[in-house]
């Protein structure tokens, strides 16, 4: 079963709700904040800077003599001499000298009291230092004396260099005036923020309040969404179970389809062995048959070659004659069958050679051939009725010779079995006067064949039906399977032998080839009818 959707929308906590709409207030109220604060500390600063940025601007480009306090420092590093440090002390006091004139006399002037020179990347090298002799004491000094490196740079041999000075900014209270100003930019500040935090919290009061309004609104529209929701997986939990059952029938239904598919494969595999089987059978009947024909038209030579010689030699006349005459046509008759025989046999039935017949003279052929014998021999009268038309059809006339007698000779072993019943039915009275009716009965007893062509549509029909013993349902069903035979379990008649079950199997064969089918209707005691429905040729 799939997952049942849910509402993607799940509402956030109040509290981070509420953040991501005040943040936005605070972050500004923190950016005004933030650069007053800066403004303010850079305006306190800005003369603290400028003294600072004057000094070492003084530092660096006082020139008493030729070179500076920085190149004086170059050629000390390079060679360390009391020479050189002189030079430098000379240096400093030459720059110092100004200063000391007017200290404390002229306005925006700084009060210098010290410049020392170290170098922190050479133990081997002592700092240098120049010292005001009037520097006061700290404690005179108070907060508004300050040390700090003016200079920090590389010398030219890669020589660290630090110069730090002792210097008191502006004279004439001029940090108390810029503390004064310090105070008023606090105030300023302190205003900027405090109107900043009231509109901050008049802004968070108004959206808090807006906020509440539209969770009321949002959970209504919730819960009107949740029960709109709830319908909904109630109708697909429906439609589900529905889809459900179409899948369970559609995968019966699949699998009933692939069992008939498995099914049909192995029908159509037995029936390919089934035809291979039979194409092997018939092969070896046809060599055996074709053996025995050849065998009995050899046998056949010499009595034809006696019987010219009797006809040429004799002066039979008469009745005589014409008997010689009429064994020697018979002869000749059975000659030429055992001909045809052998021409049958070599060729396996599924090699037809089709042309186009009439089912009329197939009829009276097979009339003609087999009936006197079927009345002296076999005690069955064969009959062809023929239709008053045509009836052309594409077929091979050996094999199809061959499939009508196999279904003649089947309902002559029909109706030798159906006189053996009606005899021992006869036999098996009681009464010795009703017996002896039944005998005479039985003694009359005559077997029938009909052998019958029409036309029916655009197909072509032949019957042979028999008065025979018939079939039961079983027998019917099975009597065209390949070695089946029902004569094996009879008691063996008028001196035939039982048969091997291969006689309608052929005619199914030959019929498949000829593009027949075969209907045949049968009851115990009441006889058969083979219907075989050709399609009418062109």
């Known amino acids: 079963m799939a997952d049942l959707p849910v509402n993607s929308r799940t509402p956030a906590p109040a509290f981070w709700r509420y953040a991501r709409a005040i943040i936005p207030a605070l972050i500004l109220w923190g950016g005004v904040v933030a650069g007053a604060a800066f403004l303010l500390y850079d305006r306190s600063r800005f003369s603290e800077k400028y003294d600072r940025a004057a000094l070492r601007e003084w530092v660096e480009e006082r020139r008493p003599n030729r070179k500076n306090l920085t190149e004086l420092v170059d050629d000390y590093l390079q060679e360390p001499s009391a020479e050189r440090t002189e030079e430098i002390e000379d240096q400093l006091d030459a720059m110092m000298e100004p200063l000391m004139m007017f200290r404390s006399g002229t306005p925006l002037f700084l009060d210098l009291y010290s410049v020392r020179i170290s170098f922190p990347d050479r133990r081997d090298i002592a700092a240098l230092e120049w010292q005001s002799p009037d520097r006061p004491a700290r404690t005179q000094q108070g907060s508004q004396v300050r040390s700090e490196p003016l200079l920090d740079y590389r010398a030219k041999d890669g020589t660290r260099v630090v110069v730090t000075c002792d210097y008191r900014m502006h004279a004439f209270h001029k940090a108390q005036q810029e503390e004064a100003e310090r105070q008023q930019w606090v105030w300023a500040v302190g205003g900027v923020a405090l109107g900043g935090s009231l509109l901050a919290i ?27 929701e709830n319908l909904r997986l109630a109708e697909q939990l429906r439609a589900q179970d529905a889809e459900r059952a179409k899948d369970d029938l559609v995968r019966h239904l699949l ?3 692939l069992e008939a598919a498995r099914q049909e494969s192995r029908a159509a595999e037995a029936e390919k062995t089934n035809l291979e089987m039979k194409s092997q059978l018939y092969a070896s009947i046809g060599i055996m048959a074709g053996s025995y024909a050849h065998n009995i038209k050899n046998l056949l030579v010499r009595p034809n070659d006696l019987l010219s010689r009797c006809l040429q030699s004799s002066d039979a006349e008469g009745e005589q004659a014409t008997m010689l005459e009429e064994v020697r046509s018979t002869l000749g008759t059975v000659t030429e069958r055992l001909q045809q025989i052998l021409r049958t046999v070599r060729r396996d039935p599924s090699r037809a050679e089709m042309t186009q017949i009439d089912l009329n003279d197939v009829l009276r052929e097979t009339e003609q051939t087999w009936s006197e014998m079927a009345a002296d021999k076999w005690k069955l009268v064969v009959r062809a009725e023929t239709a008053p038309e045509p009836l052309p059809i594409r077929g091979d006339l050996s094999h199809l010779q061959q499939a009508i007698e196999n279904l003649l000779f089947n309902a002559r072993d029909a109706s030798f079995e159906m006189r053996n019943h009606v005899r021992e039915t006869a036999r098996s009275i009681s009464d010795p006067a009703r017996r002896k009716q039944a005998l005479i009965e039985a003694a009359s007893w005559k077997g029938q064949v009909v052998l019958r062509g029409r036309r029916d549509g655009e197909h072509v029909i032949l019957e042979v039906q028999d008065n025979g013993i018939g079939m039961s349902e079983e027998v019917r069903e099975r009597c065209i399977q390949t070695h089946f035979s029902t004569k094996r379990d009879n008691a063996l008649y008028e001196g035939y032998s039982a048969g091997m079950g291969l006689g309608l199997s052929f005619v199914v064969v030959v019929l498949e080839h000829h593009q027949a089918t075969m209907e045949i209707d049968s009851a115990p005691e009441k006889g058969a009818t083979f219907r075989v429905r050709f399609p009418l040729a062109e």
Do not use: G, K, P, V
């Not at 209504?220 to 969404?225: D, F, I, S, V």
């Open 255 to 257: 699998e009933q389809r």
């Open 202 to 228: 008049i802004w968070i009061y108004f959206f808090l309040r807006r906020e509440r309004r539209r969770e009321l609104t949002e959970l209504e529209a919730n819960q009107a969404l949740e029960h709109t």
